[in-house]
């Protein structure tokens, strides 16, 4: 494939957002237009590299460049890097990303914004397409960073409501503070190793003979900035919030995406990860933790998105858990069937949103009657999270904890485990709560006559998005001899072999879930507002999120506070009252001394001068002339 | 033949007066007459080196002294009419603006 068409799978997003920003910005029906037909380019433009890799699928890397900088001591090269792990991500963003914008086009109809949602989506595109593409860390810091600045300005679109632009502000602040770690991080190995580029990092890694001590505190220093992008405990808070943003937004940045970003990114440094293995045993805990965490949360929300978003987080939890343990297949399985169910999850909520005008699950009830596609894509998808087989959920969860049941992280198998339990019990709480029963509350749809399906506009994406959701997940099944693993090893091992035992246990713990959820909210055989109250300690908390902005707000405040107080009275007395107005109050000083010998008269000033010669004259013979005489003598 | 100190010191009597005329007189015509001294006594000195060590480089000095000396006296003229015209004196000790 010309390397042109390559670099136009790049551009043509950031074209398409330059022209709407400059030319077709009154027009929101031709913006959308513009800003669809970017992305579908794109995707279309990836299936060449596809059909390459699937052709040939042991071929090398291929890598296109140019030097941005070029020192004799510092080397940068810009380009643009593919091998079968771009272009899953490439597939996945493109193609999921086509399916989000076209939603969209129905989703934001009438918004004011229209154009502007557009520009900023396609300007996301691009620079996500930078970061999977890219073959550098540098270049890849620019994409994550500009990233960052559109995930800020999407969550940020009704920046006129203050709670969004509020989480605008705590997304992007609470991310900055992993990237800081990701730049010391790339900057850092390149004083160990010596290159920003991935191929010659990996060449340079695989010979050896660099301290494992140094290689363990680059890795980690790295995984900070994947940290912070793909939500992970401690740097999670931010995700959640971000869930005002409008919905598509969500489905493509928050879930499928910008937070697989980080997942991406640990995949691909993957060749560092293997040789610092405290690093990688660290990602896989900070992914148990965070994937247990966010899913007892998720239990107790109430809000929709909310509920999906932590659900969102647990599955990047899950993700980052399989590459720790070494299976870096499953990990990369898993973040493409995601970006599958949870982007349909996402817009069928957004659907629902559209028919009933709330987020609330306790104003929803009996929606499937009046929202027969959506409900049935949504089942589809929550089946698909929940991990029931044959869905596409099931087969990526599976080789999880089939890798790490293997490489014998056994508290994280039972971690993976129990957390099958909860996703299935919150994704079937939020389905029962939401499409069965009656209709709850009478301001929910009183407003409004009876709710209406989306239409085809919305729709067709998420049927398509079902289709993948259920089916996707045979590419990494047992039996197929070039399944998803033989495609995406990047010198790591392949598919873990079936595990029955594994596969179903999990399965059946999913259906547990599926039946708790079934007794509590549908059948209603157990109150759950008893057993809230019962143990309303372990409610309050996870209601309340563990209390982790609670305890971030104090610690800002506090601490930080505290030492910004400290900062500005340092400002303040030594910097300005005592360096800044000291120096001008001493210039003055000697200034208003020094004036006094301006008389003004000429005959002063000559005199001085002459004053002067005569000094000069005298010095110079009093060193000279002597030491001449004794020449002379 | 007339010895070569006899031309220092008549050299020196000039630069001295021509220091001392523009140190201490008021009116400024005085002091570019003054420096017009300073410059002559210069002037004798080269001539006068020039001739004892036949060496006709100090001549040419002179000339471009003189040439110097003839548009400094320009400039410096136009300056103190425009001072007059403007301060209506030609005391320098009134021209004290530069003063603190």
């Given at each position: 494939m010309a390397p042109?068409?390559l670099?136009?799978?790049?551009?043509?997003?950031?074209?398409?957002?330059?022209?709407?920003?400059?030319?077709?910005?009154?027009?929101?029906?031709?913006?959308?237009?513009?800003?669809?037909?970017?992305?579908?380019?794109?995707?279309?433009?990836s299936l060449g590299p596809l059909a390459h890799i699937l052709a040939e699928p042991q071929a090398p890397p291929t890598e296109y460049?140019?030097?941005?900088?070029?020192?004799?001591?510092?080397?940068?090269?810009?380009?643009i890097l593919i091998d079968p792990l771009s272009v899953v991500?490439l597939?996945?963003?493109?193609?999921?990303?086509?399916?989000?914008?076209?939603?969209?086009?129905?989703?934001?109809?009438?918004?004011?914004?229209?154009?502007?949602?557009?520009?900023?989506?396609?300007?996301?595109?691009?620079?996500?397409?930078?970061?999977?593409?890219?073959n550098?860390?540098?270049?890849?810091?620019?994409?994550?960073?500009?990233?960052?600045?559109?995930?800020?300005?999407?969550?940020?679109?009704?920046?006129?409501?203050?709670?969004?632009?509020?989480?605008?502000?705590?997304?992007?602040?609470?991310?900055?503070?992993?990237?800081?770690?990701?730049?010391?991080?790339?900057?850092?190995?390149?004083?160990?190793?010596?290159?920003?580029?991935f191929s010659?990092?990996s060449?340079?890694?695989?010979?050896?003979?660099?301290?494992?001590?140094?290689?363990?505190?680059?890795?980690?220093?790295?995984?900070?900035?994947?940290?912070?992008?793909?939500?992970?405990?401690?740097?999670?808070?931010?995700?959640?919030?971000?869930?005002?943003?409008?919905?598509?937004?969500?489905?493509?940045?928050?879930?499928?995406?910008?937070?697989?970003?980080?997942?991406?990114?640990?995949?691909?440094?993957?060749?560092?990860?293997?040789?610092?293995?405290?690093?990688?045993?660290?990602?896989?805990?900070?992914?148990?933790?965070?994937?247990?965490?966010?899913?007892?949360?998720?239990?107790?929300?109430?809000?929709?998105?909310?509920?999906?978003?932590?659900?969102?987080?647990?599955?990047?939890?899950?993700?980052?858990?399989?590459?720790?343990?070494?299976?870096?297949?499953?990990?990369?399985?898993?973040?493409?069937?995601?970006?599958?169910?949870?982007?349909?999850?996402?817009?069928?909520?957004?659907?629902?949103?559209?028919?009933?005008?709330?987020?609330?699950?306790?104003?929803?009830?009996?929606?499937?009657?009046?929202?027969?596609?959506?409900?049935?894509?949504?089942?589809?998808?929550?089946?698909?999270?929940?991990?029931?087989?044959?869905?596409?959920?099931?087969?990526?969860?599976?080789?999880?904890?089939?890798?790490?049941?293997?490489?014998?992280?056994?508290?994280?198998?039972?971690?993976?485990?129990?957390?099958?339990?909860?996703?299935?019990?919150?994704?079937?709480?939020?389905?029962?709560?939401?499409?069965?029963?009656?209709?709850?509350?009478?301001?929910?749809?009183?407003?409004?006559?009876?709710?209406?399906?989306?239409?085809?506009?919305?729709?067709?994406?998420?049927?398509?998005?079902?289709?993948?959701?259920?089916?996707?997940?045979?590419?990494?099944?047992?039996?197929?001899?070039h399944?998803?693993a033989s495609y995406v090893h990047f010198g790591?091992?392949?598919?873990?072999?079936?595990?029955?035992?594994?596969?179903?246990?999990?399965?059946?713990?999913?259906?547990?879930?599926?039946?708790?959820?079934?007794?509590?909210?549908?059948?209603?055989?157990?109150?759950?507002?008893?057993?809230?109250?019962?143990?309303?300690?372990?409610?309050?908390?996870?209601?309340?999120?563990?209390?982790?902005?609670?305890?971030?707000?104090?610690?800002?405040?506090?601490?930080?506070?505290?030492?910004?107080?400290?900062?500005?009275?340092?400002?303040?007395?030594?910097?300005?009252?005592?360096?800044?107005?000291?120096?001008?109050?001493?210039?003055?000083?000697?200034?208003?001394?020094?004036?006094?010998?301006?008389?003004?008269?000429?005959?002063?000033?000559?005199?001085?001068?002459?004053?002067?010669?005569?000094?000069?004259?005298?010095?110079?013979?009093?060193?000279?002339?002597?030491?001449?005489?004794?020449?002379?003598? | 033949?007339?010895?070569?100190?006899?031309?220092?010191?008549?050299?020196?009597?000039?630069?001295?007066?021509?220091?001392?005329?523009?140190?201490?007189?008021?009116?400024?015509?005085?002091?570019?007459?003054?420096?017009?001294?300073?410059?002559?006594?210069?002037?004798?000195?080269?001539?006068?080196?020039?001739?004892?060590?036949?060496?006709?480089?100090?001549?040419?000095?002179?000339?471009?002294?003189?040439?110097?000396?003839?548009?400094?006296?320009?400039?410096?003229?136009?300056?103190?009419?425009?001072?007059?015209?403007?301060?209506?004196?030609?005391?320098?000790?009134?021209?004290?603006?530069?003063?603190?």
């Amino acid at each position: 494939m010309a390397p042109g068409l390559l670099w136009l799978i790049l551009l043509s997003p950031l074209i398409a957002s330059i022209i709407i920003t400059v030319l077709t910005r009154k027009s929101g029906r031709l913006s959308a237009l513009i800003s669809v037909g970017a992305i579908l380019l794109s995707f279309f433009l990836s299936l060449g590299p596809l059909a390459h890799i699937l052709a040939e699928p042991q071929a090398p890397p291929t890598e296109y460049f140019w030097y941005w900088l070029n020192l004799p001591t510092l080397q940068v090269k810009m380009g643009i890097l593919i091998d079968p792990l771009s272009v899953v991500m490439l597939l996945v963003v493109t193609g999921v990303g086509s399916l989000i914008h076209i939603y969209s086009m129905g989703y934001m109809k009438g918004d004011p914004g229209y154009s502007r949602y557009f520009a900023s989506l396609s300007f996301f595109t691009f620079s996500m397409l930078g970061i999977v593409l890219s073959n550098n860390f540098v270049q890849t810091y620019i994409f994550w960073e500009l990233v960052g600045l559109s995930s800020f300005l999407l969550i940020g679109f009704w920046f006129e409501k203050p709670s969004a632009a509020d989480a605008a502000k705590k997304a992007f602040l609470t991310t900055r503070v992993g990237d800081f770690g990701f730049m010391i991080g790339i900057v850092f190995l390149y004083f160990v190793v010596g290159s920003f580029n991935f191929s010659e990092l990996s060449a340079s890694l695989k010979q050896g003979g660099f301290p494992e001590t140094l290689l363990t505190v680059a890795a980690l220093l790295i995984f900070t900035g994947a940290v912070g992008k793909s939500a992970q405990f401690p740097l999670h808070v931010w995700l959640p919030d971000a869930m005002e943003g409008p919905t598509p937004v969500s489905a493509l940045i928050h879930a499928a995406t910008m937070v697989a970003a980080g997942v991406y990114l640990v995949a691909r440094s993957f060749f560092l990860f293997s040789a610092a293995p405290d690093a990688l045993e660290a990602v896989a805990y900070i992914g148990g933790f965070t994937a247990i965490m966010a899913a007892t949360i998720a239990i107790a929300q109430n809000d929709i998105k909310r509920i999906i978003a932590y659900s969102t987080l647990s599955q990047l939890g899950y993700m980052m858990m399989g590459l720790g343990v070494g299976g870096y297949t499953a990990g990369m399985f898993h973040l493409t069937m995601h970006a599958f169910f949870k982007a349909l999850l996402f817009l069928a909520a957004g659907s629902v949103i559209h028919a009933v005008h709330t987020q609330d699950i306790w104003e929803m009830g009996g929606l499937s009657k009046y929202l027969k596609i959506t409900s049935t894509t949504f089942l589809i998808g929550a089946l698909a999270n929940a991990g029931l087989f044959p869905l596409s959920g099931f087969w990526s969860k599976d080789e999880i904890l089939v890798a790490a049941y293997e490489s014998g992280h056994l508290l994280l198998f039972w971690v993976g485990i129990v957390t099958a339990f909860f996703t299935a019990l919150y994704m079937f709480r939020l389905f029962f709560v939401v499409f069965t029963g009656a209709p709850r509350s009478a301001e929910g749809h009183g407003k409004h006559e009876a709710p209406h399906e989306s239409p085809p506009v919305m729709t067709v994406p998420l049927v398509i998005l079902a289709f993948f959701s259920a089916v996707a997940g045979f590419a990494g099944a047992p039996g197929l001899e070039h399944g998803f693993a033989s495609y995406v090893h990047f010198g790591a091992a392949g598919h873990p072999a079936f595990h029955f035992s594994i596969a179903a246990g999990s399965t059946l713990v999913a259906l547990a879930g599926i039946g708790v959820a079934w007794a509590f909210y549908s059948a209603r055989l157990f109150s759950a507002e008893r057993l809230a109250s019962r143990f309303s300690f372990a409610y309050r908390l996870l209601q309340n999120k563990y209390y982790f902005d609670e305890l971030y707000f104090w610690i800002i405040r506090n601490i930080q506070g505290g030492i910004a107080l400290f900062c500005n009275w340092v400002e303040e007395w030594v910097v300005i009252n005592f360096f800044v107005n000291g120096t001008a109050a001493l210039t003055r000083w000697t200034g208003g001394i020094l004036r006094l010998s301006q008389t003004g008269k000429l005959q002063t000033y000559l005199m001085m001068f002459i004053i002067g010669i005569i000094g000069v004259v005298l010095l110079l013979l009093a060193t000279f002339i002597p030491s001449q005489v004794v020449a002379v003598r | 033949m007339i010895p070569l100190s006899y031309f220092v010191t008549l050299s020196f009597l000039l630069f001295t007066i021509g220091v001392i005329g523009v140190l201490i007189r008021r009116n400024i015509l005085m002091i570019l007459m003054a420096i017009e001294l300073i410059l002559n006594a210069v002037n004798i000195n080269f001539v006068a080196f020039s001739r004892f060590s036949q060496s006709i480089d100090g001549q040419v000095f002179v000339f471009f002294v003189m040439t110097i000396a003839a548009a400094e006296v320009v400039v410096g003229l136009a300056i103190v009419i425009v001072a007059f015209r403007r301060r209506a004196t030609v005391n320098v000790d009134e021209f004290n603006l530069m003063k603190w």
